[in-house]
């Protein structure tokens, strides 16, 4: 008896290698159910991205009932999986039908499929909905959007308690704090290390063509708050966690207005 059961979870297991083939290529690994992962030796190195989520998992309420989440970029469903065992109800968008394609498979395995909402869609495109989230999960794009606070400032907007937002950085974490104003012909500060920044990749970098910006750390935290959010945390490197900062966003009514014309066009096109 106990030798058939072994049968069949090894005829089980043998099926789901097969499926996560046919899926591949994969960038997140998976635990599936009877021990398969869907790519165990991750070029990043270790298990990516389950070793992230052990580093912010703490910064996030154990219980997310009630939650609303977004995932932007979901891939093939990682965090969506955790939020969701959490208890949150997730909304996890790609403009990637391969990874979605993968998120929609796994959720089927993990018997979450009710909890997650996967949708083909691009960030910007959530300009055109005025749906607000108690969770924006914001890990691994920002860097690969040509325009990435346009979607910054979009995603600000829907962010009701919590943004985890993560990209690409310089090295460095120093913070040049003099940046309140300087004379035109004081040109040298902006060239400080310190001094908010983003390299912009006209080709590639780390051979991928869709890697726009890379900002330094002062950088980060600067426009973050520039799009109306406090830094609560640095669970680690590269993430920081933040919060709506409404006495930020009273402030920057120029860019509410342009980024009311540029959605209005964008809505048009
Ligand atoms: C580096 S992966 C990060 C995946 C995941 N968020 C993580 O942190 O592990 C970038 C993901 O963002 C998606 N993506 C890139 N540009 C996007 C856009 N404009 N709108 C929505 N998703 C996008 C890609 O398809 C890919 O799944």
Same mark, same amino acid.
């Given at each position: 008896? +106990? !030798?058939?059961?072994?049968?069949?979870?090894?005829?089980?297991a043998?099926?789901?290698?097969?499926?996560?083939?046919?899926?591949?290529?994969? #960038?997140?690994?998976l635990?599936?159910?009877? $021990?398969?992962?869907?790519?165990?030796?991750?070029? *990043?190195?270790?298990?990516?991205?389950?070793?992230?989520?052990?580093?912010?998992? !703490?910064?996030? %309420? !154990?219980?997310?009932?009630?939650?609303?989440?977004?995932?932007?970029?979901?891939? /093939?469903? #990682?965090?969506?999986?955790?939020?969701? @065992?959490? $208890?949150?109800?997730?909304?996890? *968008?790609?403009?990637?039908?391969?990874?979605?394609?993968?998120?929609?498979?796994?959720? @089927?395995? #993990?018997?979450?499929?009710?909890?997650i909402?996967?949708?083909?869609? $691009?960030?910007?495109?959530l300009?055109? &909905?005025?749906?607000?989230f108690?969770?924006?999960?914001?890990?691994?794009?920002?860097?690969?959007?040509?325009? %990435?606070?346009?979607?910054?400032?979009?995603? /600000?907007?829907?962010?009701?308690?919590?943004?985890? #937002?993560?990209?690409?950085?310089?090295?460095?974490?120093?913070?040049?704090?003099?940046?309140?104003?300087? %004379?035109?012909e004081?040109? +040298? %500060?902006?060239?400080?290390?310190?001094?908010p920044?983003?390299?912009?990749?006209?080709?590639?970098? &780390?051979?991928?063509?869709?890697?726009?910006?890379?900002?330094?750390?002062?950088?980060?935290?600067?426009?973050?708050?520039?799009?109306?959010?406090?830094?609560?945390?640095r669970?680690?490197?590269? *993430?920081?966690?933040?919060?709506?900062?409404?006495? *930020?966003?009273?402030? @920057?009514?120029?860019?509410?207005? +342009?980024?009311?014309?540029?959605?209005?066009?964008?809505?048009? !096109?």
């Open positions: 008896m +106990q !030798a058939i059961e072994t049968g069949r979870e090894q005829q089980r043998e099926e789901l290698r097969r499926q996560v083939e046919e899926l591949g290529p994969w #960038f997140h690994n635990h599936l159910p009877g $021990g398969v992962q869907t790519v165990p030796d991750h070029f *990043i190195g270790g298990d990516f991205p389950r070793f992230k989520w052990l580093e912010v998992q !703490a910064c996030v %309420p !154990a219980d997310l009932a009630g939650w609303r989440v977004l995932d932007v970029g979901c891939n /093939a469903g #990682f965090y969506s999986f955790e939020l969701a @065992r959490r $208890g949150a109800s997730v909304v996890a *968008i790609d403009s990637d039908q391969r990874y979605l394609r993968q998120a929609r498979w796994a959720a @089927r395995q #993990f018997g979450l499929q009710d909890r909402e996967l949708r083909e869609q $691009g960030v910007y495109e300009a055109r &909905s005025p749906e607000q108690d969770l924006v999960w914001f890990m691994g794009v920002f860097y690969h959007l040509r325009y %990435p606070l346009l979607a910054l400032d979009l995603l /600000a907007r829907r962010t009701r308690r919590l943004m985890m #937002f993560q990209t690409l950085t310089m090295p460095g974490d120093t913070v040049y704090e003099d940046t309140q104003d300087h %004379p035109i004081d040109r +040298q %500060p902006l060239l400080d290390p310190g001094w920044k983003m390299a912009f990749i006209e080709h590639r970098f &780390s051979h991928d063509p869709t890697n726009w910006w890379v900002p330094n750390h002062a950088g980060v935290e600067a426009m973050l708050r520039s799009a109306g959010l406090r830094v609560t945390a669970p680690a490197d590269e *993430i920081w966690l933040c919060e709506p900062d409404p006495t *930020i966003a009273a402030e @920057r009514w120029h860019t509410d207005a +342009q980024l009311e014309s540029l959605l209005g066009a964008i809505g048009e !096109a």
